[in-house]
């Protein structure tokens, strides 16, 4: 079975940083892999992903502040998130899907994800 965890979550002030971690039991190098966030009872909102290349792509709330990055050898998926916004905060997931092309984290979704994790909760305060 497909395991996807999350790990790193946590609460922190604003302008603080957190890095996320996935670990995966898939080999990651062979998938398009994104990090969605959730808040309260909105939609999943794609935040960024990096395809099988190491392309990485992420969307403008986070662009310049998040970094998404993987390591294949240990099929790791990572998100370092600095300058921390309160409206950061939510359960943030990892995800794999086989894709192509990517030219927005959102692509995501058109492709279907084929597995997700559990999710690991970001709190940020002011």
């Known amino acids: 079975q497909v395991h996807l965890a999350e790990s790193g979550g946590g609460s922190v002030q604003a302008g603080g940083s957190l890095r996320l971690s996935c670990e995966a039991s898939?080999?990651?190098?062979?998938?398009?892999m994104g990090w969605f966030r959730q808040k309260g009872g909105e939609e999943r909102e794609a935040v960024a992903a990096v395809d099988i290349d190491g392309n990485s792509i992420s969307a403008d709330s986070v662009k310049d502040r998040f970094t998404i990055s993987k390591d294949n050898a240990k099929s790791i998926l990572y998100l370092q998130m600095n300058s921390l916004k309160p409206e950061d905060s939510g359960m943030y997931y990892c995800?794999?899907?086989?894709?192509?092309?990517?030219?927005?984290?959102?692509?995501?979704?058109?492709?279907?994800?084929?597995?997700w994790g559990k999710g690991t909760l970001v709190a940020i305060s002011s």
């Open positions: 898939i080999y990651i190098s062979s998938y398009c």
């Open positions: 995800a794999a899907t086989r894709c192509t092309v990517l030219t927005d984290p959102e692509d995501l979704n058109l492709y279907g994800i084929d597995y």
